[in-house]
């Protein structure tokens, strides 16, 4: 059984196709990347699998449940992108906060550990520099244990060494056994994380399979350039 | 369970607290002009039967929980509705209700300090003296009259864009208060503001406060708390609205 599922979703926002018949699952134990250039629809596809947009039609579910659905809610996390944090919270308070949600959280300084913030807890998050404050928000996603992860674009903006320090606290969390389902527009993101890669383009699946595949489907043997080849189509 | 309510709530407050521009526009606002109006002209100056520093220990008192709640509700709401921040929230299993309660409580806690503290400054340097059933029971209406100032905040939160909603905040409550007479007593008002003043809240929460000190009012304590109990309900199915027209906007 899929972890995460979207069956035909399609959405609208006024004139423009955000997504247009959209089949994805995500399977138990693997990280599953999202890719597209800006407004494919891959923060719109993370926002229905969350339960924050209804779709116009079609169907989406996690581990069978409601995305909206408290049951959905306990057993996943979510970093999403958010323009501004409560700054004059500390690490630890905005983590002990998160964990309350979930009856079963990881202990602090397991959180902390995971994601890397041992030392600055007591920090507040204004003074945090942009890889801290990313790895506060995958603290946040991880620190009620869930099974599945979503992170939407979760090093975008950041430097060499902070998202190389990132990729490193998600594999940790797929070696674990958790599922990821992580959107980007890096294609070395996907392809340094990703299990499976689905190209993602104007509201399409225009590809799906491991990144070899993806590079022999579209004839070409960098995933740049198979990336650029499947996303240059026209689908109208 | 009970902690979850506990936690936001704590984080909530330690959130403001330590927010500069909201601990000066909720604490310092009131209390100077209070200082200014209240005990710098007032304690000599009668109205009615009581001196000015008492009378207008009710109205800026009012002022001061209307101030809280809107900047709480109104500015907070507004920026972590706008910014992606109440996303964040909505995606956790966080309990829906928490998030309101929280801002709710904390809102009050922080309009309950700054009375303490009009109170302070008015036995002390204003010689306002009451029975202590006074003191609290205009201490309680201030602070229960917090609740429909809640709901027009989170009206306003959910309406206002997150840059655009302290200028909301501040052209919305500063008619409110002036034309209400909180800043400067009702009737000294000009009589074309006396007859828009029964149409805002803020009019009928400063009336009830002032009745709890034995002040000449129009109208009784339960008209006035009706006509807020109207608001509030008022002003949270505006809430509401702008709540589900908010749930499915635009993003790429």
Same mark, same amino acid.
């Given at each position: 059984?899929?972890?995460?599922?979207?069956?035909?979703?399609?959405?609208?926002?006024?004139?423009?196709?955000?997504?247009?018949?959209?089949?994805?699952?995500?399977?138990?134990?693997?990280?599953?990347?999202?890719?597209?250039?800006?407004?494919?629809?891959?923060?719109?596809?993370?926002?229905?699998?969350?339960?924050?947009?209804?779709?116009?039609?079609?169907?989406?579910?996690?581990?069978?449940?409601?995305?909206?659905?408290?049951?959905?809610?306990?057993?996943?996390?979510?970093?999403?992108?958010?323009?501004?944090?409560?700054?004059?919270?500390?690490?630890?308070?905005?983590?002990?906060?998160?964990?309350?949600?979930?009856?079963?959280?990881?202990?602090?300084?397991?959180?902390?550990?995971?994601?890397?913030?041992?030392?600055?807890?007591?920090?507040?998050?204004?003074?945090?520099?942009?890889?801290?404050?990313?790895?506060?928000?995958?603290?946040?996603?991880?620190?009620?244990?869930?099974?599945?992860?979503?992170?939407?674009?979760?090093?975008?903006?950041?430097?060499?060494?902070?998202?190389?320090?990132?990729?490193?606290?998600?594999?940790?969390?797929?070696?674990?056994?958790?599922?990821?389902?992580?959107?980007?527009?890096?294609?070395?993101?996907?392809?340094?994380?990703?299990?499976?890669?689905?190209?993602?383009?104007?509201?399409?699946?225009?590809?799906?399979?491991?990144?070899?595949?993806?590079?022999?489907?579209?004839?070409?043997?960098?995933?740049?350039?198979?990336?650029?080849?499947?996303?240059?189509?026209?689908?109208? | 369970?009970?902690?979850?309510?506990?936690?936001?709530?704590?984080?909530?407050?330690?959130?403001?607290?330590?927010?500069?521009?909201?601990?000066?526009?909720?604490?310092?606002?009131?209390?100077?002009?209070?200082?200014?109006?209240?005990?710098?002209?007032?304690?000599?100056?009668?109205?009615?039967?009581?001196?000015?520093?008492?009378?207008?220990?009710?109205?800026?008192?009012?002022?001061?929980?209307?101030?809280?709640?809107?900047?709480?509700?109104?500015?907070?709401?507004?920026?972590?509705?706008?910014?992606?921040?109440?996303?964040?929230?909505?995606?956790?299993?966080?309990?829906?209700?928490?998030?309101?309660?929280?801002?709710? =409580?904390? #809102?009050?806690?922080?309009?309950?300090?700054?009375?303490?503290? &009009?109170?302070? *400054? $008015? !036995?002390?340097?204003? @010689?306002?003296?009451?029975?202590?059933?006074?003191?609290?029971?205009?201490?309680?209406?201030?602070?229960?009259?917090?609740?429909?100032?809640?709901?027009?905040?989170?009206?306003?939160?959910?309406?206002?864009?997150?840059?655009?909603?302290?200028?909301?905040?501040?052209?919305?409550?500063?008619?409110?208060?002036?034309?209400?007479?909180?800043?400067?007593?009702?009737?000294?008002?000009?009589?074309?503001?006396?007859?828009? =003043?029964? #149409?805002?809240?803020?009019?009928?929460?400063?009336?009830?406060? &002032?009745?709890? *000190? $034995? !002040?000449?009012?129009? @109208?009784?304590?339960?008209?006035?708390?009706?006509?807020?109990?109207?608001?509030?309900?008022?002003?949270?199915?505006?809430?509401?609205?702008?709540?589900?027209?908010?749930?499915?906007?635009?993003?790429?």
């Amino acid at each position: 059984m899929p972890v995460a599922e979207l069956k035909f979703v399609t959405k609208r926002y006024g004139p423009i196709d955000a997504l247009r018949g959209v089949n994805l699952t995500i399977q138990p134990g693997e990280l599953l990347a999202l890719l597209g250039p800006n407004g494919a629809g891959k923060t719109t596809a993370v926002r229905i699998l969350l339960g924050l947009t209804q779709p116009d039609s079609g169907h989406a579910t996690i581990f069978d449940r409601a995305p909206g659905s408290h049951a959905a809610k306990l057993r996943r996390g979510a970093l999403l992108q958010v323009a501004k944090v409560p700054e004059t919270l500390k690490v630890r308070e905005h983590i002990e906060l998160f964990s309350a949600y979930y009856p079963k959280p990881l202990p602090l300084a397991e959180t902390l550990e995971a994601a890397g913030l041992t030392g600055i807890e007591n920090r507040l998050f204004g003074d945090l520099s942009g890889g801290q404050k990313q790895r506060v928000l995958f603290a946040l996603a991880l620190c009620g244990n869930p099974d599945l992860l979503f992170l939407d674009e979760p090093t975008v903006g950041l430097d060499v060494e902070a998202r190389r320090a990132l990729w490193t606290r998600i594999r940790a969390f797929v070696a674990r056994g958790g599922s990821v389902l992580l959107t980007t527009h890096y294609l070395e993101e996907a392809e340094a994380l990703a299990n499976r890669i689905a190209v993602i383009n104007q509201g399409r699946i225009v590809a799906l399979g491991s990144p070899a595949e993806i590079k022999a489907g579209a004839a070409q043997n960098n995933l740049e350039d198979a990336f650029l080849e499947l996303t240059k189509q026209e689908v109208y | 369970m009970l902690r979850v309510y506990w936690l936001e709530a704590k984080s909530e407050f330690f959130k403001l607290a330590r927010m500069k521009v909201y601990a000066t526009s909720t604490l310092l606002f009131p209390l100077m002009f209070y200082a200014f109006f209240g005990l710098g002209m007032g304690t000599q100056q009668q109205t009615g039967s009581m001196t000015m520093a008492k009378y207008l220990l009710a109205t800026y008192g009012a002022f001061a929980i209307v101030a809280a709640t809107l900047y709480s509700f109104g500015i907070g709401v507004a920026v972590e509705r706008g910014l992606g921040w109440l996303d964040v929230k909505r995606a956790s299993p966080m309990p829906p209700a928490a998030y309101f309660i929280a801002k709710a =409580a904390v #809102a009050m806690a922080f309009g309950a300090i700054v009375v303490a503290m &009009l109170f302070t *400054l $008015g !036995a002390a340097f204003g @010689g306002v003296r009451m029975p202590a059933t006074q003191w609290l029971s205009l201490g309680g209406a201030l602070v229960a009259g917090a609740i429909p100032f809640c709901a027009l905040g989170l009206a306003i939160g959910n309406f206002a864009g997150p840059n655009s909603a302290p200028a909301t905040v501040n052209i919305i409550y500063m008619p409110l208060a002036f034309c209400a007479g909180l800043w400067i007593p009702f009737d000294f008002l000009p009589p074309a503001v006396q007859h828009i =003043a029964p #149409a805002l809240p803020t009019w009928h929460f400063g009336q009830i406060a &002032l009745a709890m *000190l $034995g !002040a000449p009012t129009h @109208g009784t304590v339960l008209e006035h708390a009706g006509a807020l109990f109207g608001f509030g309900l008022i002003f949270a199915g505006i809430a509401w609205i702008g709540n589900s027209r908010d749930r499915d906007r635009v993003c790429g």
